[in-house]
């Protein structure tokens, strides 16, 4: 079978440098690698990838093969097998600058599992009044969560005892092999150790309360002041009262989430408040000084002019919900909503009879205008 062109199998152009060539390279052999790639053609695609980096890489090959092609470094790619990578020294260093290395990977991951680590974040859901909401309040929780063990202080040993560095792998955490590559020769690689499963500590008398896990679980009870202002879904944020960080580390937060049970006359728009206020014609005619709710517990004067309309809004400065976490307050928009009367008495009735004499057809001719107005031109 015909070789491919070097620059093709690596992918770059023929005018690529060095630091193009071993990027390429480098992208390759990671996708390609034996030990990482399980399919039949990886170990051949891999030679392939080589071959071509070897030649290249090399300014005395790489001017024969542009000059003659694959005659002119004919054997070079063999020559070199797999004890020469275009400049890198030796098995190790290329593995490891490739893949990190099994050993060296390892060895990090056991070090992230002996680092500090913070405590987990907890969330308490709290369901709050109306008032409560606009105006604060202040609520108990009991909070589970894990807490560093109070007997062992977070050793894990029981009392006096002390844990002691594990023999098995002399503290470092894991335990390496070695095993034989035929491409790479001998290669280390490290795994947790299985008597102290990365710790590189054994507690050989394992605390009595916590029994060597080093945190127990307990219910705490927080008083949290809830601000003035919040709404639904709000989050408060209590730094440190999550869980016990592990090895140290600091402890995660309790997010307290609030809901707000709704109130049988206001809406809450923001920091306003809305109330829809029903009125009789009566006092939609004619005009009414009517005394409103407050969401503070008091009363208000609102003057109604004579005529007013379903849907006209009064604002009442100030009586709204009080700024989370800043002066002032929110407004009390009224909205007026005029209810036609039912269930009338015969003199109420009759009443009604003589105003609707009164007025005649003055409505009527009202709307009569309007439309003839719309569709007046259509008419002609």
Do not use: W
Request: aromatic content about 6%; glycine content about 12%; some cysteine.
């Amino acid at each position: 079978m015909a070789k491919r062109d070097y620059y093709e199998v690596l992918g770059v152009a023929t005018s690529a440098d060095k630091a193009t060539l071993k990027k390429a390279f480098r992208k390759l052999a990671q996708q390609y690698h034996p030990d990482v790639n399980s399919s039949p053609d990886a170990e051949i695609k891999f030679k392939e990838i080589n071959e071509a980096y070897q030649v290249l890489y090399d300014d005395q090959k790489r001017a024969a093969y542009d000059r003659y092609g694959h005659a002119g470094v004919e054997g070079a790619g063999a020559a070199g097998g797999y004890s020469d990578f275009g400049g890198f020294t030796d098995f190790g260093s290329i593995f490891e600058d490739l893949f990190g290395g099994f050993g060296s990977a390892s060895s990090r991951r056991n070090s992230r599992r002996r680092a500090p680590r913070r405590g987990a974040d907890l969330r308490a859901d709290v369901t709050l009044t109306f008032e409560e909401a606009a105006f604060g309040t202040e609520r108990e929780l009991e909070v589970p969560r894990m807490e560093t063990c109070g007997r062992c202080h977070g050793s894990g040993a029981e009392p006096p005892t002390k844990p002691v560095t594990c023999s098995t792998c002399n503290g470092s955490g894991e335990v390496q092999r070695r095993q034989h590559s035929p491409i790479f020769g001998t290669i280390v690689t490290a795994t947790p150790c299985p008597t102290c499963n990365g710790s590189g500590e054994v507690i050989a008398s394992p605390c009595h309360k916590c029994h060597g896990r080093k945190r127990v679980r307990v219910t705490r009870k927080l008083n949290v002041k809830i601000p003035a202002g919040v709404d639904e879904g709000t989050r408060i944020r209590l730094a440190g009262e999550g869980e016990a960080g592990q090895l140290g580390g600091p402890a995660g937060n309790l997010y307290v989430v609030i809901s707000v049970d709704p109130h049988p006359i206001f809406v809450r728009d923001g920091f306003d408040i809305r109330l829809e206020l029903p009125i009789n014609i009566a006092q939609a005619a004619l005009g009414a000084t009517l005394k409103i709710p407050t969401l503070d517990g008091t009363e208000e004067t609102l003057d109604i002019p004579a005529g007013v309309q379903t849907g006209k809004t009064f604002r009442k400065k100030g009586l709204g919900i009080p700024k989370l976490q800043r002066n002032g307050r929110g407004d009390m928009i009224i909205t007026i909503r005029v209810v036609t009367p039912v269930n009338l008495n015969s003199e109420q009735k009759e009443l009604l009879r003589k105003l609707a004499q009164t007025l005649g057809d003055e409505t009527i001719e009202e709307h009569k205008g309007f439309f003839d107005r719309i569709f007046g031109a259509g008419r002609d």
